[in-house]
């Protein structure tokens, strides 16, 4: 079945930028979403298409894909970023979603 | 502005069927053409896709719990429900339901989510 790869943690002090990436076979053929699910809460998805923000999503996250990744970037980050991250598609060769495994952000 | 609320017991025996129903407000299932999913977070771990429907009644599912997961659409209540069969404990998890971003063929991304509901398998 399709695996999307995300790294378990990342850390970075605040106002520094952080980036998450998310490797997949064929990612470039794909959409790709990412969510953002803060301690207790249900997820909020903060990028679409693999770079498009929906509404109300600060200008500070953006998403980008090159080759087999994709990769999630918090510009200035701030202790409110501090959060788990996904990372999803869609697999067309087997009709289901793919998330990936979480990447953990901590904010130093 | 839509608001999905899911509903069900909190505790189910091994080898029972969970049931868990999603209310939604605020928008009528059907007279959007969007996926409504189902989605699953065992404690401390991350989130597993368990299935969608759209609101024909057309299904995708989970490849791993396919053969153990019904997800049905009941329009005139404007709510959709999800049956896992055989539970275990590896079925304990917080279950989400949630609603596509977009119109389209087949489910794509999850937008709006409910506050999700803890079910814990146990005897």
């Known amino acids: 079945s399709y695996v999307l790869t995300q790294p378990p943690s990342v850390s970075v002090a605040p106002g520094q930028t952080a980036r998450i990436s998310c490797a997949g076979n064929s990612i470039g053929s794909k959409s790709v979403f990412w969510y953002q699910q803060r301690s207790g809460q249900a997820p909020v998805l903060v990028v679409s298409d693999d770079s498009d923000r929906p509404s109300g999503i600060p200008e500070r996250l953006s998403g980008s894909k090159s080759g087999i990744t994709a990769t999630l970037t918090i510009s200035r980050v701030e202790a409110g970023d501090e959060a788990d991250y996904y990372c999803q598609v869609w697999d067309t060769s087997r009709d289901h979603v793919v998330f990936g495994g979480g990447t953990k952000l901590t904010v130093l | ?123």
Request: a neutral charge; charged letters at 10%; hydrophobic letters at 30%.
């Open chain 2, 1 to 123: 502005q839509v608001h999905l609320q899911e509903s069900g017991p909190g505790l189910v025996k091994p080898s029972e069927t969970l049931s868990l129903t999603c209310n939604v407000s605020g928008e009528s299932i059907s007279s959007t053409s969007y996926h409504w999913g189902w989605i699953r977070q065992p404690p401390g771990k991350g989130l597993d896709w368990i299935g969608s429907i759209f609101y024909t009644g057309s299904t995708h599912y989970n490849p791993s719990l396919k053969s153990r997961v019904t997800i049905s659409v009941d329009t005139s209540k404007n709510q959709f429900s999800l049956k896992l069969t055989s539970v275990t404990a590896a079925d304990t998890a917080v279950y989400y339901c949630a609603r596509d971003l977009y119109h389209s063929v087949h489910p794509a991304a999850f937008h709006i989510w409910g506050q999700g509901t803890m079910v814990t398998v146990s005897s």
